[in-house]
C-alpha cells in the first residue's frame, strides 16, 4: 500500500470506532451520519501537499534501497504536461500491475516552456514563468488526489449495496477493499531547470516546487541565463563550485520545510557542452576549479598579454584561454566525457546529490556503462536517472547498433545491410537485424539498469508525441472520409474494451462523487446526474 498520512493509515473498522466515540448517536451536529464523515475521511489521502512531498520522498528512498540491493527493481515514468495525462498514466499503471510501485511522475521543463507558457509554445530555455512548474505539480497532485476520491467512492457505493441487501460476506469483501486500497498518488520528479538565477532564486523556487508536492528537484549544471535543452548545441555549463552550492540550496529547501529524505538529482550537460562562461579562482591544486580549468582550450604566447586579454599559467607558461566574440571560453575537444565523471563525482561527493543524470547524444547501454564504472570508483553507490529521450531517433540507433555489433563479430559483411538513415525504412521491420533492434528496445530500460547503474528510467517527453499523434490520428479519419468511425474505431471502441475509465467521462471528472455528497446532505432530496436517463449507463460493466 502507498505510503499515506499516519491518520489516512487507520483501518475502516478503527476510524468508524473513534467516530462512534465522538458521536454515540450514530451522526453529528446537523444530522450528518458518522458513515458519511467517514467515506469523506478516507477519501482525503493527503491533507496537504506538503504532506505529499514527505511521504513520497519516503518511497523514492525505499524504492532505491530496493534498487540497490536489486537492480532488477528499477523505476520508470512518463513526462506529462497537465494533471489529466499524469493521471491516466498511473490509472493505467494500476490496471495492469494492481499497485502503482516504481510509477513515478516526470515533470519536463521542456513540456512546460513548450505547452504550459502565458507567452505561447517556447523552446527549452527556461523562457517559461518560474510559477509554472509549481503549479503543474500542484495540478498533477489534485489530479491524482481526485483518482483516489472517485474510485474510494466506488466501493463505498459497493458497501453500501451489500449492507442494503444483506449481503454479509459482500460488505466484508467491501470493507476488505478499503483498507488495502492504493493511492494514486506517485513521485514526481520535478525539473527545476537550472536554478532560474543565482543560488538565492534556485532555492526559494525549490520551496514552492515542494510545498506543490514535489519530493525530488532534478537541476542541472547549465547557466541559467543561458540554458539549452540538453539535445541542442550551444550549452555552456558552470564551474563545479558554483553547481555544488545549487545543490545546497535545494537541500536547505528541503531540510526547512521538513522533507528531510527530499531527494535531489543532479544532472550534467558536460557531455555536449562545448562552452562555460566563468573561469574560477583555484585556492589549491586539485581543488575544484584546477579540475575545471584543466580542460579549457588555450593557446600559448610569448610575452605578456595584450590589453584587455586573460592568461592563465599553464605548463610552465603562460596560455591565452580561447574565447567566442561574446566572451565564452571553449573546452578542449573531446573532454565531454572525462567533464562529465568528474562532474558526477563532484556532485555526489561534495554535493550531496542523491542520483545523477548524464545527458548523452545517443542511447547507447554500452556507453553509459563505461562511465558509470568510472564513476563509481569514487563514488561506489552512484546511480542514475536516464532519459530515453524522444530526440534519439531510436529506430536508426538501435539498427546501426545491431549493424555494427554483428559487422564486428562478422555475422553479416558491410554490403548486407546499408549505413545511414536508409535503415530508417520500414522495408527492414521484418528482417533479422530488424527484429534484433526491436528485442533490444524492449529490453533496453532492463539492460541499462542492470548493467549502467539506472535506477529511474523516464521519457521526457512522450506525452506530447503522443499528443500530436492521437489528434492527427483522429482528424485524418474525422475530416477524411470516416467520418465517425474514425472516432469509434480509434478511440471509444478501444477505451471500452481496454477497460479504460475515462470512457464513462462524466464519472472520471467526479459526477458520481457529487451524487453521493448531495446524498449525504440532502437526502432523498438530492439532485442527482446519475439517474435512469444518464447516458454513461450505456458504458456500465457487464
Keep these: 500500500m502507498t505510503d499515506m498520512t499516519p491518520q489516512s493509515r487507520k483501518t475502516y473498522a478503527e476510524r468508524r470506532a473513534s467516530l462512534a466515540s ?40 525505499a524504492d532505491m534501497a530496493a534498487y540497490d540491493a536489486d537492480p532488477e527493481h ?71 488526489r481526485q483518482a483516489d476520491e472517485v474510485e474510494l467512492n466506488d466501493l463505498f457505493r459497493a458497501l453500501d449495496k451489500a449492507r442494503e441487501s444483506g449481503d454479509d460476506e459482500a460488505e466484508r469483501a467491501a470493507v476488505t477493499a478499503i483498507d488495502n486500497f492504493e493511492s494514486h498518488v506517485v513521485p514526481i520528479i520535478a525539473d527545476i531547470d537550472a536554478g532560474f538565477g543565482n543560488e538565492h532564486a534556485t532555492y526559494l523556487l525549490a520551496k514552492e516546487l515542494i510545498k506543490a508536492g514535489a519530493c525530488c528537484l532534478q537541476i542541472e549544471n547549465q547557466v541559467s541565463d543561458a540554458k539549452q535543452c540538453g539535445h541542442q548545441d550551444g550549452k555552456v ?20 520545510l521538513g522533507v528531510t529524505e527530499g531527494v535531489i538529482v543532479a544532472r550534467t550537460d558536460s557531455l555536449g557542452a562545448g562552452l562555460t562562461q566563468k573561469l574560477p579562482v583555484s585556492q589549491q591544486t586539485g581543488d575544484h576549479a584546477a579540475e575545471y580549468l584543466k580542460w579549457i582550450e588555450t593557446e600559448s604566447f610569448a610575452g605578456q598579454p595584450t590589453e584587455g586579454e586573460i592568461a592563465l599559467w599553464r605548463d610552465g607558461g603562460w596560455a591565452k584561454p580561447a574565447r567566442l566574440p561574446n566572451g565564452l571560453v571553449r573546452f578542449k575537444a573531446d573532454t565531454g566525457r572525462a567533464r562529465v565523471i568528474e562532474d558526477c563525482v563532484a556532485s555526489l561527493n561534495d554535493g550531496g546529490a542523491d542520483l545523477i543524470w548524464i545527458e548523452t547524444d545517443t542511447p547507447n547501454v554500452a556507453e553509459i ?61 521484418d528482417t533479422d537485424l530488424g527484429r534484433e533492434a526491436d528485442a533490444r528496445l524492449k529490453r533496453f530500460q532492463y539492460d541499462i539498469s542492470t548493467k549502467a547503474g539506472v535506477f529511474h528510467n523516464l521519457i521526457t517527453l512522450p506525452t506530447f508525441h503522443l499528443t500530436a499523434k492521437s489528434v492527427d490520428e483522429l482528424s485524418r479519419g474525422y475530416f477524411g472520409e470516416d467520418r465517425m468511425l474514425a472516432y469509434v474505431a480509434t478511440v471509444q471502441r478501444e477505451e471500452i474494451r481496454r ?14 462523487l457529487g451524487d453521493s455528497f448531495k446524498v449525504m446532505v440532502g437526502g432523498d432530496r438530492a439532485l442527482k446526474a446519475g439517474g435512469h436517463a444518464n447516458t454513461m449507463n450505456q458504458f456500465a460493466a457487464e
Design 74 to 144: 528499477f523505476t520508470q515514468s512518463l513526462g506529462c504536461w497537465s494533471g489529466f495525462h499524469a493521471q491516466q498514466m498511473i490509472r493505467s499503471v494500476k490496471r495492469l500491475r494492481g499497485t502503482t510501485k516504481g510509477a513515478y511522475v516526470y515533470l519536463s521543463g521542456w513540456m512546460v516552456a513548450g505547452l504550459r507558457n502565458r507567452w505561447g509554445h517556447l523552446p527549452d530555455q527556461s523562457m517559461h514563468e518560474k510559477t509554472a512548474v509549481a503549479d503543474l505539480i500542484e495540478e498533477i497532485y489534485v489530479s491524482l
Design 499 to 512: 477497460g479504460i475509465s475515462a470512457v464513462k467521462h462524466q464519472h472520471e471528472v467526479g459526477s458520481d
Design 237 to 256: 555549463t558552470v564551474p563545479r563550485e558554483d553547481f555544488i552550492e545549487k545543490l545546497r540550496a535545494c537541500r536547505m529547501a528541503f531540510e526547512e
Design 369 to 429: 556503462a563505461s562511465m558509470v564504472d568510472e564513476i563509481r570508483e569514487k563514488a561506489p553507490k552512484a546511480k542514475l536517472v536516464y532519459n530515453n529521450s524522444p530526440s534519439f531517433n531510436w529506430t536508426l540507433n538501435l539498427r546501426r547498433q545491431v549493424r555494427e555489433d554483428w559487422i564486428g563479430e562478422g555475422r553479416i559483411a558491410e554490403t548486407d545491410y546499408p549505413d545511414g538513415t536508409q535503415l530508417m525504412k520500414a522495408d527492414y521491420d
Design 22 to 61: 465522538r458521536f454515540p448517536e450514530g451522526s453529528a451536529p446537523g444530522g450528518i451520519g458518522i458513515d458519511d464523515i467517514l467515506q469523506l475521511q478516507m477519501q482525503n489521502t493527503y491533507n496537504t501537499h506538503l504532506d505529499i512531498a514527505r511521504d513520497m520522498a519516503k518511497v523514492m528512498r
